[in-house]
Structures are given as structure tokens and as C-alpha cells.
Nanobody, 125 residues
Framework: QLQLVESGGGLVQPGGSLRLSCAAS????????IGWFRQAPGKEREGVSC????????NYADSVKGRFTISRDIAKKTVYLQMNSLKSEDTAVYYC??????????????????WGQGTQVTVSS
């Protein structure tokens, strides 16, 4: 069974950068797309970005395009989310998840049965 653990969050000033990591254990990592999601206080969880199983296809929410970059290291079984030019509205708990698909089509609507602990990102001066 695939297990995912998020890390890398923290407090950063507006305009700053952070890199989140999603470390996976389990043999299915190579075969599934991985998505990053976030939930801000009082708001619903939303999809941020996704990378296909082979890493050849990526998707981004409009709100982060041009600022965030998703990547995956198959050897390390880790997916990264590089976040640049951070804004206060990026403040949220960030989660990674796999929907059981190899591609990212419809990732924002994946039915995720169980979420991890997430990692807190706070953008504030």
C-alpha cells in the first residue's frame, strides 16, 4: 500500500520560496500520478498541482501557474513542489495524495480516502 508523508513547510515572507517534499513508501509509487492539494482555514481543500506517473505530464491550478513547479524523483520515491513568489493567499496546509491513476486528468476531483498530516505553509511578513 502506498503511503505518503509531506514535509518542508514553514513560515516565509511574501515573495519568498519553499520546497515541499512528498516521500512515498510502497511499490506502487512508480505507477501512479501524485497530486498536491491545500486547505486554507475556512476553505475547502483544493488541487494545486499534479504530476503523472512517469513525470512527463504536469498540471497546475491557475492560481499557482508560473510560480510553482512540481517534479518527481523516482529513485528517491519523492515528489517535490517548488513554490516561488509566495503570496499570503498561499497560506494553507499542503497535502500530497495519489488517486490511483497514472495520469492527472481530473486530479482535482480524486476521491482520496485518507489524507496524511500535511505540512503547514504560512506566508506572512
Amino acid at each position: 500500500q502506498l503511503q505518503l508523508v509531506e514535509s518542508g513547510g514553514g513560515l516565509v515572507q511574501p515573495g519568498g520560496s519553499l520546497r515541499l517534499s512528498c516521500a512515498a513508501s510502497g511499490f506502487t509509487f512508480d505507477y501512479v500520478a501524485i497530486g498536491w492539494f491545500r486547505q486554507a482555514p475556512g476553505k475547502e481543500r483544493e488541487g494545486v498541482s499534479c504530476i503523472s506517473s512517469g513525470g512527463g505530464s504536469t498540471n497546475y491550478a491557475d492560481s499557482v501557474k508560473g510560480r510553482f513547479t512540481i517534479s518527481r524523483d523516482i529513485a528517491k520515491k519523492t515528489v517535490y513542489l517548488q513554490m516561488n513568489s509566495l503570496k499570503s493567499e498561499d497560506t494553507a496546509v499542503y497535502y500530497c495524495a495519489a488517486g490511483g491513476y497514472s495520469g492527472c486528468s481530473g486530479y482535482m476531483s480524486w476521491n482520496i480516502g485518507s489524507w496524511g498530516q500535511g505540512t503547514q505553509v504560512t506566508v506572512s511578513s
